[in-house]
């Protein structure tokens, strides 16, 4: 039986400072060469994944944009991407504008993967977010709506507050047309309401990466609300000991935190022959 292993990043694989340490590298690796099968789903994109996961082998395609994108890791080609209609689009724009709110959106331009802001309406929370890719090769700032909601649409990021958000989470999470995560960031305590094509979720990416790549069996590891869907489909699911309530109600069990390399440890136990 061949099995699946699947990782969140942040708060799961990825210690607090955004980085895969030594240890875990190396334990994956080493459980990659013997034959395992172990990819990673994040809501990062490709650029910022590779980095936080440089030193991990690159062997099988990555789930990013939460579910919105699969990517073959060692050339970048896009093996699924699930994208807004322009109907949706122009519907969550008007909601958006009408409460105030300007996000960070992640769309192909003409081809080319942008992430565009509106600087002159930047929250502290999306500065918090900008500043830590400052080096992002995506970033585009533009100046006004018809540039913003621009291109081929995937991922929408709403950072700033409760008291801003919870109207328009209100709305989008009973709308049936899109997948609404609400949450709050683990690094810089904002909180964020993300907007993605209704089937564009991790159990979704997850379930479509298990058939590529011939598996039976799925096991997964996470630590937020964007890793619910991921644990409802999987055969096993280990939260973090830093993972939210919800998760860790519903998971197999609870292993240990991410800082002390939970996942690599649990592998290294379980999985590494």
């Given at each position: ?11 799961t ?21 013997n034959g ?21 082998y ?39 504008i ?14 080319i ?12 929370g999306?500065r ?16 006004n ?34 997948n ?6 683990i ?62 109600e ?13 996942v690599a ?9």
């Open positions: 039986m061949k099995t699946l292993y699947l990782s969140d990043l942040d708060g694989l990825l210690r607090s400072d955004e980085h895969i340490s030594k240890y875990t590298a190396n334990t994956v690796n080493s459980f990659i060469e395992g099968c172990f990819s990673y789903a994040t809501a990062r994109s490709i650029v910022t994944a590779s980095k936080t996961t440089n030193g991990l690159e062997e099988f395609p990555v789930i990013c944009a939460n579910g919105a994108l699969i990517i073959e890791n060692k050339t970048k080609e896009l093996l699924l991407v699930n994208y807004f209609t322009l109907d949706e689009v122009k519907d969550i724009r008007d909601i958006l009408k409460h105030e709110i300007y996000p960070i959106i992640c769309a192909y331009v003409n081809g993967e942008h992430l565009s802001f509106m600087e002159c309406n930047v929250s502290v999306m918090f977010y900008l500043n830590s890719r400052s080096d992002d090769v995506r970033r585009r700032e533009v100046q709506e018809d540039n913003l909601y621009s291109g081929n649409i995937f991922h929408i990021y709403c950072i700033s507050n409760e008291t801003e958000l919870e109207p328009i989470h209100n709305i989008f999470k009973s709308d049936n047309r899109v609404c995560i609400y949450h709050t960031d690094y810089s305590n904002a909180q964020w309401c993300e907007i993605l094509p209704v089937k564009a979720t991790k159990a979704n990416a997850a379930l479509q990466l298990k058939t590529m790549l011939n598996c039976d069996k799925m096991v997964v590891f996470g630590d937020g609300r964007n890793d619910l869907s991921l644990f409802s489909v999987a055969d096993e699911s280990y939260a973090m000991a830093n993972a939210v309530p919800e998760l860790k519903i998971a197999t069990a609870v292993i240990d935190s991410n800082d002390n390399d939970g440890r649990w592998i290294e136990k379980n999985a590494l022959l």
